[in-house]
């Protein structure tokens, strides 16, 4: 006899419903899958949308009105414009570099000009990123025997639209303005609510620019007022005053010169004002390459008169 199968009504709705699930489970993407994973352009976006919804569409054109460099594809996007408060401005710049294992390490700089910040920063821990010992000693090779306690430089990158090698340029901290921590170096730097990590220094460098005599400087930064001719004396009083732009005495304007002493000093130091940095996609970290660039030599009072000064914005 012939073996016979038989389906009942119930064991054929059975069989119908466990290949229709069977079909709608293979369909579903499953964790990890790439139709779950965003987009390299859209994780670009998603990194300059603080600066980018800054901007608004004043001429009508139904787009925000600002500049885009969208090359996505090179893993690399940049958003720049202003924007109605007070005049600001804001730059956003983000690219893609990959490791071994195919995954984005993001380095980002971003400026907003109102609240005097710089920042650089990264999806990862910057020091794990950077090349070891990557410090002062970078760029200053002989000892530092100035007490600084803050920092006084910016590391900005220049982060490339093409390739991997990234140029790391050392630049002053605009005066009068303390970043947090206790290197000399920085990676990000603003202005505080209330201005609280800052001060009105730049009417030094007006003092520096209407000085007559070549030893005035010098004798204030040792106390030798008495020795300053009339007409200095005069250029410097309009600097000592009670409102916040001016000092309170010339010893507090002694003290203050005194400190700016140090950082010429340190500056005069570098040996390096940029670094070029190569990246390793086996080590998911970047090399030093090359370093260049040094500053020109200069006088106190040039320095003064040249540098950046902090001041309000708005």
Not at 34 to 56: A, D, G, N
Request: proline share 4%; glycine share 6%.
């Amino acid at each position: 006899m012939k073996n016979v199968t038989f389906y009942n009504k119930k064991g054929i709705k059975v069989f119908i419903w466990f290949i229709l699930i069977s079909f709608i489970i293979t369909l579903m993407p499953i964790p990890g899958d790439s139709q779950t994973k965003k987009t390299l352009s859209q994780m670009l976006w998603e990194r300059v949308k603080k600066c980018y919804s800054k901007f608004v569409d004043e001429d009508g054109n139904g787009k925000p009105d600002c500049t885009i460099i969208d090359d996505s594809k090179n893993g690399y996007l940049q958003v720049s414009g202003s924007y109605p408060e007070c005049g600001c401005e804001c730059t956003s710049t983000v690219g893609a570099y990959v490791n071994k294992s195919g995954e984005y390490i993001f380095l980002q700089s971003e400026i907003f000009t109102c609240s005097w910040e710089k920042r650089i920063y990264s999806n990862k821990n910057l020091n794990e990123l950077l090349p070891k010992d990557f410090d002062i000693s970078t760029f200053i090779s002989q000892p530092i025997k100035e007490k600084i306690n803050y920092p006084i430089f910016f590391l900005n990158f220049e982060i490339p639209r093409y390739g991997t090698d990234t140029k790391v340029i050392i630049e002053l901290v605009p005066l009068g303005l303390r970043p947090d921590g206790k290197g000399l170096l920085c990676y990000e730097y603003r202005e505080k609510e209330g201005f609280s990590n800052c001060k009105h220094l730049s009417r030094i460098a007006d003092i520096a620019r209407s000085i007559k005599d070549v030893n005035t400087l010098d004798n204030l930064l040792k106390g030798n007022f008495d020795k300053i001719s009339s007409k200095d004396n005069t250029v410097i009083s309009e600097a000592i005053g009670n409102d916040l732009s001016r000092f309170k005495s010339k010893n507090e304007l002694q003290q203050v010169l005194n400190e700016l002493w140090q950082i010429y000093s340190i500056y005069q130091k570098l040996e390096a004002t940029e670094v070029v940095l190569g990246w390793s996609k086996q080590d998911s970290r970047f090399f030093i390459k090359e370093k260049k660039g040094k500053p020109a030599k200069m006088t106190f009072k040039d320095f003064l008169i040249n540098s950046k000064w902090w001041s309000p914005m708005c």
